[in-house]
């Protein structure tokens, strides 16, 4: 876990701390807020505060103020760690996005984070907040396990202990779903309007999942507020994309020697940004499209094509370039044989699934995509990307492999990297050290790989055993666990780099 800098400035920092008062301070090469801060309204309560979220939605919502003033101003939750509040507060909840390339860095100041909270230190303030007059749009970056869902199904887990917390003690809710619903049930009661929902989050279809499951946890309070809910509340699909890795302090520091001042939670991306969202908002938006947002009647192909193309790539250069050693994304990348195993797996594997609409530009896509992965300037880690795997496989590797098998196709390349994932919660590397394993399944990816012992053919079919990542459907098909469980007994056989060069 990242853990904030702190306020004390170690040798050679600058000992001033990034805020209000230092803004006219910093060099004129950095881009700042232009408008008042002190006029601005909150008009997006955002649940799930992070670095992706200040990179991307924050970002494009400063950019928009420029121009367009008005009530959109952002108050920022975290619903579990108080790190990011205990860095921005003092900072006004100022923070520096640092774009970063082979030619450089470009900082920006951004001013659009008004208000942070805890969730788990004050549920009330956070519902206080969703259901002021002002409020309309609710975002959501809380990763694919956040919502409290099985990924096979897209279904709520009703048997999640904090769903059952939720629906027990709905004045102080744990979960996203959970303030959500206990937020709208409020304005409901106060005669306001709805919120619009809106998930950043990588789900495949991730509006339509999210108002899912938020439709069945209200239901399960009461059936006429799931009518309500399923009837008032809109949640369109929105596909994100920008690559955000973890700060580092090296990061912090850089960007606070740049700034002048200290900066204790800067974050760090790529030019390359992409926001498309269907244009269903009710109770009013920001002029997002002003600022590079697509507004799209239908998000679901775009939606499909990253899930399929990047975060498929992604996290096959993860589990194959751990295993090989490399610890970062343009490391993996450098290696020619693992470039040419990603360019295939799109060309020949992932990207036939897809089906986009006319004027769509599959070549530059994945040509741009290319570039962004070789990007040296993004110490992106693959044990990074890694993390979470039984939540990401399902959208990202498992459904183009159904797509395919359905078409009678091939799935070398993406039985690899099944496997891959396989071979890396195996728990220990090429070299016999343990892996960092992180995942809301670890205790039963730990439990299965100590009971198989190492052995690829009964660490196969105790994984294939897991519903809720594989479903029912692909353990029984011969042609996905026989592709997976021969590339699985290579892996631990030949290692990761033979492997990848023999399927490229």
């Not at 751990?322 to 020949?348: C, H, I, K, Q």
């Not at 692909?474 to 290692?495: H, I, M, S, W």
Request: net charge negative; aromatic share 6%; hydrophobic share 40%.
């Amino acid at each position: 876990m990242q853990t904030p800098a702190s306020s004390s400035s170690p040798s050679g920092a600058p000992s001033r701390r990034l805020d209000a008062s230092t803004l006219a301070t910093l060099p004129a090469a950095v881009a700042r807020p232009g408008y008042d801060r002190r006029d601005l309204e909150i008009g997006i309560v955002h649940l799930g505060v992070g670095a992706f979220q200040r990179a991307h939605q924050a970002a494009y919502t400063d950019a928009l103020l420029e121009t367009q003033f008005g009530a959109w101003g952002i108050a920022g939750v975290s619903l579990r760690s108080p790190d990011t509040r205990d860095a921005l507060e003092p900072q006004d909840g100022l923070y520096t996005v640092a774009v970063r390339d082979a030619d450089g860095e470009r900082l920006r100041v951004i001013g659009c984070l008004l208000e942070l909270l805890v969730a788990h230190e004050d549920p009330e303030a956070v519902l206080e907040r969703m259901c002021r007059p002002s409020v309309r749009i609710v975002t959501l970056t809380v990763t694919e396990k956040g919502y409290c869902h099985d990924p096979a199904t897209g279904a709520l887990n009703e048997d999640h202990p904090d769903i059952r917390h939720d629906l027990d003690n709905p004045a102080k809710p744990r979960t996203a779903i959970g303030f959500l619903a206990e937020a709208l049930s409020r304005r409901r009661a106060a005669g306001l309007p709805p919120f619009t929902v809106l998930s950043c989050d990588n789900l495949p279809s991730n509006g339509d999942t999210v108002a899912g499951i938020l439709r069945r946890f209200a239901e399960l309070r009461g059936a006429d507020f799931g009518v309500w809910v399923a009837e008032s509340v809109a949640c369109p699909n929105s596909m994100v994309d920008r690559i955000v890795p973890a700060t580092t302090e090296a990061d912090r520091a850089r960007v606070s020697q740049s700034l002048g001042v200290q900066d204790a939670w800067p974050v760090v991306t790529e030019p390359f940004t992409q926001w498309v969202v269907e244009d269903r908002f009710p109770a009013g938006r920001p002029a997002w499209e002003t600022v590079g947002v697509e507004l799209v009647a239908d998000v679901h192909p775009y939606e499909t094509m990253k899930l399929r193309l990047l975060n498929g790539s992604h996290s096959t250069i993860a589990y194959l370039g751990y295993l090989a050693g490399y610890e970062t994304v343009s490391d993996t990348m450098a290696d020619p044989v693992f470039a040419t195993l990603v360019r295939n797996l799109m060309d020949r594997e992932t990207g036939p699934t897809l089906h986009m609409p006319p004027g769509a530009d599959m070549k530059q896509y994945k040509d741009a995509l290319i570039a962004r992965f070789r990007n040296p300037a993004l110490r992106h880690r693959t044990w990074q990307i890694a993390m979470d795997g039984t939540q990401k496989l399902p959208q990202r590797l498992l459904n183009p492999i159904r797509d395919r098998l359905a078409a009678g196709l091939s799935i070398d390349r993406l039985a690899l990297a099944v496997a891959a994932w396989m071979r890396y919660v195996a728990g220990t590397d090429e070299a016999g050290k343990p892996i960092d394993v992180r995942d809301p399944l670890a205790a039963k990816l730990a439990e299965i790989a100590a009971s198989t012992a190492g052995d690829p053919d009964r660490l196969a079919e105790a994984l294939f055993g897991l519903a809720a990542v594989f479903g029912e459907d692909l353990p029984r098909d011969p042609r996905f666990t026989g592709p997976v469980t021969a590339a699985l007994n290579r892996l631990f056989a030949e290692g990761a780099r033979a492997v990848v060069a023999a399927t490229a």
